[in-house]
């Protein structure tokens, strides 16, 4: 029998669109799969979640009017919606009913892209393809993250966060060396992220950081860059990372722009052009093996157990490293990357579903546990 899997995809987000794209080269590959049938689940930025068989058409998502949508899921009003999901099925109106087998979720950041759709899934002992709920709700918090790089021996560049702006410049310049970067503490993709060299900018960027996030990080540049990516994820109880990815070759940090927007007549990011990602990355090879060995210690450390991305800044001239960020949920899920690795896209799909039955048996736990306890409450109450 085919397996029944939802991806949900979109959302309330900034990332909303990098969302939607990412979904749309998961299903495209999803679908080569004979055992899989794929039912694509749209959120709305307005917080609506439909259902519609056209999705699988993504100019037939963008043009649909959501206004009008008729099949809609209403999480938690009643018993009744909560009962038909416990036994895996899920009433989208009162004439259809689909059977859910496994939740793929390429959503990205906020909303219910942090630990709670995770929650939800474990509550009902449904098996899903994403970070466990830990490596989640760990890495979404990037002072978190910090803190446990740092705990772990890890290098990370030097960084202030304020988690309420108190116009400090002062300690900042007096703290940290120019460039800078000024980051929103919620939002990935490099959305709102700035470089700034003087004191002008970096107020300017602080404003427009505040605006999206009621946390701001702000870390020092790292000199003669070179941007690295690695992915790791586990198969068979072994884990394993990609190559090394070099995604830019100029002297300046991979912007929005640069990842989703037309650079040079190309979408460079969803193509992977040669000419702005290259892999292996040209790079000496103690580094590439530290690289990876790094990837692996921080997959274990954060008990991420799927396939996030690890970056890293690499100091060319003084042949130093250090961990950037995790991505949980890279883009695309990095499929270019493990295909240049040696996988197939199909067969590293199929491991991450394989992966999400098996890890759905590991948490279950034995609960089986007899006690007199309510003998010796009655006879209290009494």
Same mark, same amino acid.
């Given at each position: ?111 219910? +892209? ?11 002992? &449904?098996?899903? &393809? ?31 966060? @304020? ?33 700034? +060299? ?21 870390? +020092? ?77 921080? @997959? ?60 759905? +048996? ?21």
């Amino acid at each position: 029998m085919k397996k029944n899997i939802w991806v949900f995809f979109g959302s309330k987000t900034a990332e909303h669109d990098v969302s939607i794209t990412s979904a749309y080269v998961v299903m495209k590959w999803l679908k080569k799969i004979p055992e899989y049938e794929v039912y694509p689940i749209y959120i709305t930025n307005k917080w609506k979640w439909i259902y519609n068989k056209d999705f699988n058409d993504i100019k037939k998502l963008k043009d649909y009017d959501h206004s009008k949508h008729q099949l809609s899921i209403d999480m938690g009003e009643n018993d009744w919606k909560m009962h038909l999901m416990q036994n895996k099925k899920w009433m989208f109106c009162k004439k259809e009913e689909l059977i859910l087998d496994v939740c793929f979720h390429v959503l990205h950041w906020l909303a219910w +892209e942090d630990w709670s759709i995770q929650w939800l899934c474990e509550l009902l002992e &449904v098996p899903y &393809v994403w970070p466990g709920i830990l490596g989640w709700a760990t890495t979404l918090d990037k002072i978190i993250t910090k803190d446990i790089l740092k705990a772990n021996n890890l290098p990370i560049v030097p960084y202030l966060h @304020f988690t309420k702006w108190n116009g400090d410049i002062k300690k900042i310049e007096s703290t940290l060396n120019y460039p800078m970067f000024v980051k929103p503490y919620n939002l990935w993709s490099s959305i709102w992220i700035s470089k700034v +060299e003087n004191t002008k900018e970096l107020k300017d960027a602080i404003e427009v950081a505040e605006h999206f996030s009621n946390e701001i990080i702000i870390e +020092e540049w790292v000199n003669n860059l070179i941007e690295l990516n690695c992915a790791v994820y586990e198969n068979n109880s072994q884990i394993i990372t990609s190559l090394v990815e070099q995604p830019n070759a100029d002297a300046n940090f991979l912007s929005f722009e640069k990842k989703y927007i037309v650079s040079d007549n190309w979408w460079w990011t969803m193509t992977w052009n040669k000419k702005k990602v290259k892999i292996p990355a040209e790079i000496p090879d103690p580094i590439t093996k530290q690289i990876q060995e790094m990837a692996k210690n921080i @997959f274990k450390i954060f008990r991420l157990w799927w396939a996030p991305r690890i970056d890293f800044l690499y100091d060319e001239k003084e042949n130093k490293l250090y961990v950037n960020e995790i991505n949980p949920v890279p883009w695309a899920l990095q499929m270019h990357l493990w295909e240049k690795s040696g996988f197939t896209q199909t067969i590293f799909l199929k491991n991450l579903v394989d992966s999400a039955f098996s890890q759905n +048996e590991r948490r279950k736990v034995n609960i089986d546990f007899k006690s007199n306890i309510l003998d010796h409450t009655i006879s209290f109450m009494k």
